[in-house]
């Protein structure tokens, strides 16, 4: 095979190359702005708010706010839930030691096992489900908020994804331009 020939090859190989990364780029950039606006639409639409500011100097345990709470909550203090990041610190910093509170360290499944264990229609049956119902909505919300921090996630690996792809994708641009600027010195008849 004559040298010509396969410097040829190589640097279209690279031009397609090039080619590939930036469309994965553009992709990624696509991805992480459909997760970013859909997760934000999504969350704004709910109308959650953070509990105020001033709420987390009087932090005490068993209240709304506990002390446990201001490391991941007060950056927050009164501002609407619509990030996937205030997503994951709602449902994992709020929601989740309330629920703890609520079911006394019980999941719903043991929580409701023991409420199916009551006479029905006893005083102790009607409040034990009323707690199951409680654990069962805050859990459902709990695990929607961290749905939208995972997508939300995605978003923030594809950017990262598309930088590196174009990032890449001018290296190998680089690469093919002294490609086809060397083969332009190769002489015609030189073999492999």
Known sequence: MRRKTFDAILTTIGAVVTIFLIVAGGLGLWAYSFANSNVHNQLAEQQITFPARAAFAAAKPGTEITPGMIPYLEQYGGQPLVT??????????????????IGGGLSYAQLSAKAMALPKGSAAYTAAEAKVQTVFQGTTLRGLLLEAYAFWKMGQIAVWAAI????????????????????????DTEEL
Do not use: N, W
């Not at 590196?164 to 002489?187: D, E, N, S």
């Open 164 to 187: 590196a792809c174009f990032i890449a994708a001018g290296l190998m641009l680089i690469l093919t331009i002294l490609g086809y600027l060397h083969l332009r010195k190769v002489p």
């Open 84 to 101: 996937g990041s205030q997503a994951e610190a709602y449902a994992d910093h709020f929601i989740a030691v309330h629920l703890q509170e």
